[in-house]
């Protein structure tokens, strides 16, 4: 019998600084995912920031004692509402840009930040170079729906994307389906205004025939509407950055507004009051369940190497299940599947004449 | 004195016949119109689809029993799943065709319809001609938000829109505004990926050059967010057809789901249900809240004349409230306003150099 090769670990970098609540959140987090065994035996996880308040940080949970936790010294921090070009030109001492550039160098195989969504998007686009096949990363949200989640991509890091942009935003977000949703096939659907041909222009025709194209490389189970994405349609919501970003924002916006009504309306009646008391706990699950990225994390796929966004006001638990969604996407060579799939597309792109 | 031009009233077609629940509650709203004073004393309203049966349903209002109300005969029916071209070709004796038949002859005004939407803007797109100066017709629904209502256009007429068009939306909802929520001056958002300049790509910069160059003849707020519209930014969110319908179908998709959820949750559990008899106004006050197209109706603007989409659920109050706002949108000279604004924006447009 052959010795398997010892298992490589996986190496994560955690951007510390970018967080409403602040590097002690972080930190926490980082003891909670050894503590939980989301970090496993071969992996490491290198704090990045503010590197003496880190170590004083650290000191105060007995999980980060141990040689697999490193630290790396960034100066700067990136605020919520710095623009993304700026960042790059002024805040290269920042602890995001300085995760990604580890990235960049193969110190590390993945970034995980609370930081600005949009300078991180656009930092981790121009530092870390695309995968072999791809053109521009996408941004993959994980969605609630009636029963379980669904991912939608891309949400906001392409505005623009081709119909080839598109069909890689499918098979990578279908791999990504497989880890993060563990579903063995995942659904495929593209999204559009309506499900008759010819509707939605040039561009999702194009895009709805190369998918055709893919065969059974992909199970791609043709348009989806607005309509049909909390049903049971699909597992992979396929859209450009635009579209996905202003349905993730306007949902997110909906259910703030459906939150702040029901506590003034509430307060406003004795009646509701008596009701909300009772109804307590099921709006608590409501919430819960509505909230984006509830998951805790969506990856920048499509990168040499894999950047996990975390919700802002992530607490530890977001944090540390944002990195169990970074190790899962790495595992299961998902990185050697992605490009093999790109390959397969970009052959399909090729193969398909522009008016198939 | 001189004597005042006797006003002329405004004439509008009721398809009657593409309804859930059928022609007996549209005949039911059409009383419920002259009952309430809706339809004024210069006004007449035509009743169109299947002559007898409607007649014999009028016969039954006291309210209809008056020189204003005309029948017209139509011997089909448009199903809410016939596909939109199937309906120009093969349904030309249906409710909805002969209605858009008689708003292209000038017979009628406008036409309000609860028809299967994609069916009636292909339709009426292709039937009733663009205003002068416009150049592909736009679908405004009212949208609740946390106090009052603004509006978005286009939800799904227009996939592809240019700059000029997302321009002419812009000034078409504006004006519509203020006929359908009273305000005199609406503040006019361009939907986004994000604020800072650049974001958005081409043609979302070009629009908001466009924008901005129109300078006191639009109250325009600038670029705003998925985040946004349910705030106090803006008034008239303008968007293409494609992100508005999807954004309008994500939404309603969502507002099913969370009913949904509320109603298995609070049948679940005892202390959910006790809590949901106390709960069912407030429940019931959001569902009314946020239901789209609530108030009724959701016109095609820019067309020569009033295509009025109503809810195809919409009962007798809700057809009432979609030929309310028609006629209001016909009123005040709006039709005039429209095409002033348009001249003028397209002089902006002729102006305004590609890269400014």
Known sequence: MTEATPKKGHRIALDCMGGDM????AVAAAALAFKDGIIGPDDTLVLVGHEDNLRMLASDHRALKNSRVLFRQAASIVASDDA????????????????????KAGEVDAVVSTGNTKALVAAGTIKVRPMEGAERPALAAIMPRREGHFIMLDVGANPEATPAQLLHNAVLGSIYAQSALGIARPRVGLLT????????????????ALLKAMGDKINYVGPVEGFDVFGDACDVVVTDGFTGNIILKTLEGLVYMVRDMVGSKVKSNPVYLAGGIAMFPLLRDLKGKLKPERYGGAPLLGLTGLV????????????????????????HGAGHRMLTSLAEANAVVAATPEEA
């Open 22 to 25: 602040g590097p002690s959140e």
């Open 84 to 103: 993304p070009m700026a960042v790059l030109k002024s805040k290269r001492d920042s602890s995001m840009v300085i995760a990604l550039e580890m990235l």
């Open 193 to 208: 205004v309506g499900t008759e041909e010819g509707k939605g222009g040039p561009r999702i025709n194009r895009t709805h």
């Open 308 to 331: 996990m966004k975390a919700h802002g006001s992530s607490n530890r638990q977001g944090i540390a299940s944002a990195i169990r969604l970074g190790l899962e996407a790495l595992g």
